[in-house]
């Protein structure tokens, strides 16, 4: 009786402090529970205080979170798919994507300054059609890729795809895979550091291509990497598979991700992996 009490009496509590905390004010932890107020979690980077989940970012706000104000430059913000298939219902979930994450595509790309380091970046947005790659996508991180390495300006590039390549546009995606990869290959070739972030989740043809090919990949904690997802590679039963097999220390502990990093110290350790590879000045 005595733990139902407790039990009873801890749900209470914390049913008061759910309707003392007007909506809007607070997010639950997907990960512990905790209510947070939401001023805490952007102090915090989204990152739980208590459990040190990690909230996914939008890609505007990981921009303003890892280059320097009022540095960053953008690359062909007009670059945006059009609907080559007549896929349907395609030009209308553009729209509303357009609207929600604020972006015209699903990548940003330009170029600006890391601890006063200079560094191209391109960031996807798992909010816009699952931060998947279609033609404006795969277009304009292989525009950022050359630009860097005609520069000579190492590139940041920072994944959030759980949809990798866009279906609505068929081959012309698939396309992009090749060429994002060859865009990397010649960065490569340029002598310019690559660095690949990968963040929740990272997933299917764009973890197949560029995010995987980075001199240097980086993780977020407890990001979802892979090709298939967990419930169709349980379905294959090729092996048996253990609960954690697509998350970032996963990876890490088999070689996929060289090293996991807390969100609160990605854009140090960035500046440290250029200051090393680019020297003082960054280029
Ligand atoms: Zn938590």
């Not at 989940?53 to 062909?76: M, N, Q």
């Not at 090293?259 to 350790?269: E, F, I, Q, W, Y």
């Amino acid at each position: 009786m005595t733990w139902f009490r407790r039990r009873l009496k801890a749900s209470h509590t914390a049913h008061q402090k759910l309707e003392a905390v007007p909506d809007g004010l607070w997010t639950k932890c997907l990960k512990c529970t905790e209510i947070i107020f939401n001023r805490d979690l952007e102090k915090s980077l989204k990152v739980c205080p208590k459990c040190g989940y990690h909230f996914r970012l939008s890609a505007r706000v990981r921009l303003a979170g890892l280059i320097d104000p009022d540095t960053f430059v953008e690359y062909d913000a007009k670059v945006v798919s059009g609907d080559p298939l007549g896929f349907p219902e395609y030009p209308a979930k553009l729209a509303r994507d357009r609207a929600k994450v604020g972006m015209p595509e699903a990548v940003v790309t330009g170029e600006g300054r890391i601890e006063g380091l200079p560094a191209a970046v391109g960031i996807t947005d798992s909010g816009f059609l699952m931060g998947s790659m279609g033609s404006a996508v795969g277009e304009k991180l292989a525009r950022a890729m050359e630009a860097a390495a005609s520069k000579g300006l190492p590139l940041v590039a920072v994944c959030g795809s759980g949809g990798g390549a866009r279906m609505h546009e068929g081959l012309l995606s698939l396309m992009q895979m090749a060429k994002t990869t060859a865009a990397a290959a010649r960065l490569h070739q340029a002598g310019c550091l690559f660095v690949s972030v990968l963040t929740d989740p990272s997933m299917a043809g764009v973890l197949a291509s560029w995010a995987s090919v980075g001199d240097i990949i980086i993780a977020e904690p407890g990001a979802l990497i892979g090709f298939t997802g967990q419930r169709v590679s349980r379905q294959a039963q090729v092996i048996d598979i253990p609960e954690d097999f697509q998350l970032s220390e996963f990876q890490r502990d088999h070689g996929m991700v060289d090293m996991v990093v807390a969100r609160g110290d990605l854009k140090p350790t960035l500046a440290r992996l250029i200051s090393f590879f680019h020297g003082e000045k960054g280029a």
